[in-house]
């Protein structure tokens, strides 16, 4: 069974400082990862993803992930924070090759970013 | 092109009515799905409907139910809601459902359970 795990249900930061959402997995098989942001009153957001290749993926508004296999993690990462980044994130896997069709998603860590 | 609409945007129900909620996916999206999100259980599975075709279907009661219609268009009904039910629906879609497609998510429906 696939599983996600956000160790932290809240991050707080200065703005212009560094970012950093964790997130670990848990599967049989290997990975596809994602990571998703959801802003107030609001649908989730597509940021990057994870198939295969290299282990830095570059996503949408600055952000990046790095995929680190024997850690099991992909920690969501930005170098300089900004008010704007102040959303709920949350990280998801899909198990290959099971194609079942759903993603499993982490419980969602909330980003304060304070000016 | 037009996301992924939801509808209605809220709903205020009683314990033991129904409810149904509407999804109009992205435009050539064939793959809907839908989510449970609350804030003691994050995100939930619900099920997967592709070509009206439901393909997966997450740990519910039978209460929760869907369909799929030939446009792509999916519904999604609740029978003899409970408190617990209470919660935002969100629609996804994506072109196949494949492994590796990313989600495009509608705004949700928050369904309230009085």
């Known amino acids: 069974a696939q599983s996600v795990a956000q160790p932290e249900d809240q991050v707080n930061v200065a703005e212009g400082n560094p970012l950093t959402v964790k997130c670990t997995y848990s599967v049989s098989g290997n990975p596809y990862l994602f990571w998703y942001v959801q802003y107030p009153n609001r649908g989730l957001q597509f940021l990057l993803k994870y198939i295969t290749g290299d282990n830095l993926v570059k996503g949408s508004y600055g952000f990046e992930a790095e995929f680190n296999k024997s850690q099991t993690s992909f920690h969501l990462k930005k170098p300089s924070a900004l008010v704007s980044d102040s959303a709920l994130y949350f990280c998801a896997v899909r198990e290959v090759p099971a194609n079942d069709y759903k993603l499993s998603f982490g419980a969602g860590t909330t980003v304060t970013v304070r000016a | 092109k037009a996301g992924v609409t939801q509808t209605p945007r809220y709903l205020i129900k009683t314990r033991g009515q129904q409810v149904t909620l509407s999804c109009s996916p992205i435009s050539g999206h064939r793959s809907v799905s839908w989510y449970q999100q609350t804030p003691g259980q994050g995100l939930q599975f619900l099920f997967e409907y592709f070509s009206e075709t439901q393909r997966n279907k997450g740990n519910f009661p039978g209460r929760f139910s869907g369909r799929q219609f030939s446009n792509s268009r999916s519904e999604m009904n609740v029978s003899t809601l409970e408190l617990g039910d209470s919660a935002l629906y969100l629609c996804?879609?994506?072109?196949?459902?494949?492994?590796?497609?990313?989600?495009?998510f509608g705004s949700g429906t928050q369904l309230s359970v009085l």
């Open positions: 996804a879609s994506s072109l196949e459902g494949d492994t590796n497609e990313k989600l495009f």
